[in-house]
């Protein structure tokens, strides 16, 4: 073979593959999860150039967020920093996530967030990274047994303790005796729903314990399935008989699937929990139909996660007091960002989520809710 077709042959294998490898990364994705490049038009500050930075999100079905509040937030702060960016989500399939990753490091990405969908499949992901010399963050979620060089979350047994302790608050208006709880758990697989469960479990067990309260039901819901929760809990209602006078919902999607589930039995309304702080779960509380949530504010923690990797893609320190504590993975300490969550109720909405900005007064007023924001008072 000549030269010249040697040439050519290795210039149509290289199309080739290039084609492939575009395929790849547009497995599974759509309007909202499809990757997002930005280099940032404006360019590095200085001159110098930045690594790239890819940053993969799990799902919408767990939580709304990862694509209202964390995808412009986190292409927002990259952007600013003229780091450049390839932003894609999983949708709930862990091996698509496993492709992003090793596609995102063939196209040059030195830093990975990661919000892994299990830690399995997360610290596959990581092992991979680390062997091909890419720094890897856990975003939000711990990656056990995996290789993160940093950790950015909420203080997670924390947030568990507010649901513990405002299920509590919430019974002690209603005045019930000896409640009967249900508890709804998050994904099994997920760390955080672990860790949620030890914070309300160390509210809930004494009750228990004492007598002062009997748990009635207790299961998790496979990958935060708002559909499965509502099936979980219609059974956790049969086989009680209606008789419960309180559910610990570990985030505001499995609440309304327990909202969703009263009402269409025609039950009254229960003290029930929630996280996230959602536009939905904030109506629920406004409505009566469930009695707080938990507010992480997600922008504190995308900026948190930003400025470490920006950090690393400029080969700088992170800002000093960034890195606040440790996470035990299982095998190690992994360096963390440890942000702090709030409990909200219908008192003080308008302080908080309403305050930061987090959630827009006209969308959460919206239509039906508008009479009741007036009676809150916002």
């Known amino acids: 073979m000549s030269s010249a077709s040697r040439f050519h042959r290795v210039a149509a294998i290289g199309a080739t593959l290039a084609v492939t490898a575009f395929g790849v990364a547009a497995c599974g994705s759509n309007d909202s999860s499809s990757s ?35 995808r412009p937030l986190l292409q927002q702060a990259f952007k600013s920093a003229g780091v450049p960016v390839e932003i894609q989500n999983a949708q709930g399939d862990k091996s698509t ?29 990581e092992n991979t990274a680390k062997a091909r010399g890419v720094k890897v963050i856990d975003y939000d979620r711990l990656t056990l047994k995996g290789k993160a060089d940093y950790y950015v ?81 219609e059974q956790m209602l049969q086989k009680t008989s209606n008789k419960v006078d309180a559910v610990l919902a570990a985030n505001d999607g499995l609440a309304n699937s327990v909202v969703s589930a009263l ?12 996280q996230d702080a959602t536009t939905q779960g904030l109506q629920n509380i406004l409505n009566g139909d469930q009695c707080m949530t938990v507010y992480k504010a997600i922008k504190k923690e995308a900026d948190a996660a930003a400025k470490l990797a920006i950090s690393l893609s400029k080969g700088t320190q992170p800002p000093a007091g960034l890195v606040n504590g440790q996470s035990d993975d299982g095998t190690r300490q ?28 006209e969308e959460l007023c919206a239509g039906k809710f508008a009479t009741a924001c007036q009676k809150a008072g916002i």
Not at 99 to 115: C, D, F, P, S, W
Not at 263 to 274: A, C, D, E, F
Request: include cysteine; proline fraction near 4%; hydrophobic fraction near 35%.
């Open 36 to 70: 997002s490049n930005s280099a940032a038009s404006g360019g590095s500050s200085g001159g110098s150039k930045a690594l790239k930075v890819a940053v993969l999100l799990p799902d919408t079905q767990s939580s709304v967020r990862w694509e209202t509040a964390d």
């Open 97 to 125: 996530q496993q492709q992003q990753a090793e596609q995102a490091i063939t196209n040059g990405a030195k830093i990975i967030l990661l919000t892994n969908l299990d830690s399995g499949s997360g610290a596959a992901i």
């Open 153 to 233: 979350s909420f203080d997670n047994v924390k947030v568990g303790e507010l649901q513990g302790q405002g299920l509590v608050n919430c019974l002690g208006q209603s005045g019930v005796a000896k409640p009967r709880i249900a508890e709804l758990n998050g994904s099994p697989d997920d760390n955080n729903a672990t860790l949620f469960a030890k914070g309300y479990n160390s509210v809930l067990d004494p009750m228990y314990k004492d007598g002062k309260a009997v748990k009635v039901a207790d299961q998790s819901v496979p990958d935060w399935d708002n559909q499965q929760a509502l099936t979980i809990f």
């Open 263 to 274: 009402k269409s039995r025609k039950l009254h309304q229960l003290p029930v929990t929630g």
């Open 334 to 361: 992994v360096p963390s960002v440890l942000l702090t969550p709030v409990a909200v109720t219908k008192d003080n909405i308008k302080d908080t989520v309403l305050a930061d900005g987090f959630v827009k007064r």
